[in-house]
């Protein structure tokens, strides 16, 4: 019986370093799920949610997020970001309605897409915490237009989650 807590002490270390690895959940919140990664060294808070619905004549599509995230360390908030399943055709709008406010300023770089300016993250995140749902228009590289609704049920409490835990201040 006394070797036991020896060989969980001995253990321990191990399973520490074992949950830092990748992201850890802090906690679903409705449609959006909130975590913290510390992996790197550093704390990246993030949160994320599918569609509810993905329109678009094709055949395959990968997986298909939008997100907010919180780099401390590098004094970067609020940035928002959509990672659509497949690469975006080069020049081709993105645009982003929350509820009946539009957003159109956007860069894409493969599959993943970025508000232009960091007023338009703050912008849209706000839109995000006061609306209902979300919808995300793109096009594939091969000329796919593809419609994504995203439930926003949720979303303020995860944002207060990543917020408290990455120290951002209100």
């Given at each position: 019986?006394?070797?036991?807590?020896?060989?969980?002490?001995?253990?321990?270390?191990?399973c520490a370093?074992?949950?830092?690895?990748?992201?850890?959940?802090?906690?679903?919140?409705?449609d959006w799920?909130?975590?913290?990664?510390?992996?790197?060294?550093?704390?990246?808070?993030?949160?994320?949610?599918?569609?509810?619905?993905?329109?678009?004549?094709?055949?395959?599509?990968?997986?298909?997020?939008?997100?907010?995230?919180?780099?401390?360390?590098?004094?970067?908030?609020?940035?928002?970001?959509?990672?659509?399943?497949?690469?975006?055709?080069?020049?081709?709008?993105?645009?982003?309605?929350?509820?009946?406010?539009?957003?159109?300023?956007?860069?894409?770089?493969?599959?993943?897409?970025?508000?232009?300016?960091?007023?338009?993250?703050?912008?849209?995140?706000?839109?995000?915490?006061?609306?209902?749902?979300?919808?995300?228009?793109?096009?594939?590289?091969?000329?796919?237009?593809?419609?994504?609704?995203?439930?926003?049920?949720?979303?303020?409490?995860?944002?207060?989650?990543?917020?408290?835990?990455c120290g951002?201040?209100?």
């Amino acid at each position: 019986m006394k070797k036991y807590p020896v060989l969980l002490l001995a253990f321990l270390p191990f399973c520490a370093v074992a949950a830092q690895q990748g992201p850890r959940l802090i906690g679903q919140y409705g449609d959006w799920l909130a975590y913290i990664d510390q992996s790197s060294g550093q704390d990246i808070c993030y949160m994320a949610s599918m569609p509810k619905k993905e329109e678009g004549n094709y055949k395959t599509r990968g997986d298909v997020f939008a997100l907010v995230a919180h780099r401390p360390k590098e004094k970067s908030f609020d940035v928002f970001n959509l990672i659509a399943g497949y690469n975006f055709q080069k020049n081709a709008p993105v645009t982003v309605e929350v509820d009946r406010q539009k957003f159109s300023d956007f860069y894409t770089d493969k599959d993943a897409a970025w508000t232009l300016y960091d007023r338009d993250d703050l912008a849209l995140i706000q839109a995000m915490k006061k609306g209902q749902k979300m919808v995300v228009n793109g096009v594939s590289s091969r000329g796919t237009k593809t419609k994504d609704t995203y439930s926003l049920k949720g979303f303020t409490k995860a944002y207060e989650a990543i917020s408290k835990k990455c120290g951002k201040k209100k």
